[in-house]
């Protein structure tokens, strides 16, 4: 049986398939239809230290090959997902990466510091968000990320990935994480996009604007990682309308060192697990043993052999 373990700073996860934050939400319902013990971690919906209830509807807008939101970090708050929900997810047996928001560099920090406590593998920083006007994307900044960045980095031992968005300086934004102490990259955030109502002629979001993901981000989110697995050192994790193992393995060959699945949990709620297997498959079929050959091999001139 290959080895599908990857590292991930002081992380390792058994196999390179994590469910991406605001997809899963803690778990519990996705446990009625599998063993989440199965995937390499779980990414927990954005935690906020308040309580958010977040946007008024609608806040989902299915485009033909898409999916448009604008949820608005609806969450229960820090101290609520301590208590309820920590518990339950130390159950299922898997990595569990804590998303998380601040609407200042200090709130980051308080979050990080909080989320310090067993259960806790990983702290998602949350420096994306395109559903909060004018706070949301501090990730775009290279100076905002680092500030954010170093100090968590102070406040707690834990890993600290970065989630950029995919607009801005997204290289400048990951190297300068990178240099504050983030022991990843989760690339990218949704991409912000615009649906028009056309009964009424108004934008169908209170806020205008949502993110976009699936399957019609996918090729735009795979160059960004081919192009940060470059600029960075650490690992990049690639996340954009992963579907099926092959999207994932795509992401791989890019350089990715692990991926998450997102809206591909809404088309199919078994879409994880299958992936999962289908990368098994793949390198058993091949007689790889671990992702050594595999990852990166576009930046090499491909798969060593193959015709
Ligand atoms: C949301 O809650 O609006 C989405 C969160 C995100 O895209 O980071």
């Given at each position: 049986?290959?080895?599908?373990?990857?590292?991930?700073?002081?992380?390792?996860?058994?196999?390179?398939v994590?469910?991406?934050?605001g997809?899963?939400?803690?778990?519990?319902?996705y446990?009625?239809?599998?063993d989440?013990?199965r995937?390499?971690?779980?990414?927990?919906k954005?935690i906020?230290l308040?309580?958010?209830?977040?946007?008024p509807?609608?806040?989902?807008w299915e485009?033909?090959?898409?999916l448009?939101n604008?949820?608005?970090?609806?969450n229960?708050g820090?101290?609520a997902?301590?208590?309820?929900?920590?518990?339950?997810?130390?159950?299922l047996?898997?990595a569990?990466?804590?998303?998380?928001?601040g609407e200042?560099?200090?709130?980051?920090?308080?979050?990080?510091?909080?989320?310090s406590?067993?259960?806790?593998?990983?702290?998602?920083?949350?420096?994306s968000?395109p559903n909060?006007?004018g706070?949301?994307?501090?990730?775009s900044?290279?100076?905002?990320?680092?500030?954010?960045?170093?100090?968590?980095?102070?406040?707690?031992?834990?890993d600290?990935?970065?989630?950029?968005?995919?607009?801005?300086?997204?290289?400048?934004?990951?190297?300068?994480?990178?240099?504050?102490?983030?022991?990843?990259?989760?690339?990218?955030?949704?991409?912000r996009?615009l649906?028009?109502?056309?009964r009424?002629g108004?934008?169908v979001f209170?806020n205008?604007?949502?993110g976009l993901s699936?399957?019609?981000?996918k090729?735009?989110a795979l160059r960004?990682?081919?192009?940060?697995?470059r600029a960075?050192?650490?690992?990049?994790?690639g996340?954009?309308?992963?579907a099926?193992?092959?999207d994932?393995l795509?992401?791989?060959m890019a350089?990715?060192?692990?991926?998450?699945?997102?809206?591909?949990?809404?088309?199919?709620?078994?879409?994880?697990?299958?992936?999962?297997?289908g990368?098994?498959?793949?390198?058993?079929?091949?007689?790889m043993?671990?992702w050594?050959?595999?990852?990166?091999?576009?930046?090499r001139g491909?798969?060593?052999?193959?015709?």
């Amino acid at each position: 049986m290959p080895d599908l373990s990857v590292r991930i700073g002081s992380l390792t996860l058994k196999n390179p398939v994590l469910v991406a934050s605001g997809t899963f939400g803690f778990g519990a319902d996705y446990a009625r239809l599998y063993d989440p013990s199965r995937l390499g971690g779980v990414v927990t919906k954005a935690i906020t230290l308040e309580p958010r209830r977040g946007n008024p509807p609608p806040r989902l807008w299915e485009t033909p090959c898409g999916l448009l939101n604008s949820i608005g970090l609806e969450n229960p708050g820090v101290e609520a997902f301590l208590r309820e929900e920590l518990p339950r997810m130390r159950a299922l047996g898997t990595a569990v990466v804590v998303n998380v928001w601040g609407e200042t560099p200090e709130e980051y920090a308080e979050l990080a510091q909080r989320l310090s406590v067993p259960g806790v593998d990983a702290i998602e920083l949350n420096l994306s968000c395109p559903n909060v006007p004018g706070k949301g994307l501090i990730g775009s900044s290279p100076a905002g990320t680092a500030r954010v960045v170093r100090l968590c980095r102070r406040a707690t031992g834990l890993d600290l990935w970065a989630k950029l968005p995919p607009e801005g300086d997204v290289l400048a934004a990951a190297r300068a994480a990178e240099g504050e102490g983030a022991t990843a990259i989760s690339a990218a955030n949704t991409f912000r996009g615009l649906a028009i109502d056309i009964r009424t002629g108004r934008p169908v979001f209170a806020n205008v604007t949502g993110g976009l993901s699936g399957p019609a981000i996918k090729p735009l989110a795979l160059r960004l990682v081919y192009e940060l697995s470059r600029a960075v050192r650490i690992p990049v994790i690639g996340i954009g309308g992963i579907a099926g193992w092959e999207d994932a393995l795509e992401f791989i060959m890019a350089g990715a060192h692990a991926v998450q699945v997102g809206t591909g949990n809404f088309i199919d709620p078994l879409c994880a697990p299958k992936l999962v297997r289908g990368l098994e498959k793949f390198l058993a079929e091949r007689g790889m043993e671990s992702w050594e050959e595999v990852r990166g091999c576009a930046h090499r001139g491909g798969i060593p052999g193959a015709a």
